[in-house]
């Protein structure tokens, strides 16, 4: 039995966090612009994206500005942020 976790920094605030890959909030990033591929469109930005993870606090910051604004929040799956298991 063991655990692993990603250590990386917060596409957002740039501090470093630790996360689950496969379940913490991300946005992709054209790494050519720097943007999302949707508010800097470029003509193969959409393919050259990369998903950024985004950490706890930030998210509950867009969540709060989300909510105000009545925009749908961010769905942040259960285990997003903690130690992943590895059962044999």
């Known amino acids: 039995m ?17 996360f689950a890959p496969d379940l913490v909030p991300s946005v992709p990033i054209d ?8 508010i800097n469109p470029e003509p193969g930005g959409y ?11 930030c998210v509950a910051r867009a969540n709060d ?3 105000a604004s009545g925009q749908e929040l961010i769905d942040v799956l259960p285990g997003a942020y903690a130690l992943q298991e590895d059962w044999e």
């Open 2 to 18: 063991g655990g692993w976790v990603a250590v990386g920094p917060c596409f957002t605030c740039r501090q470093l966090f630790t």
């Open 31 to 38: 790494p050519v612009t720097g943007c999302p591929p949707d």
């Open 47 to 57: 393919e050259r994206a990369v998903r950024q993870p985004i950490c706890s606090d």
């Open 65 to 67: 500005n989300r909510r």
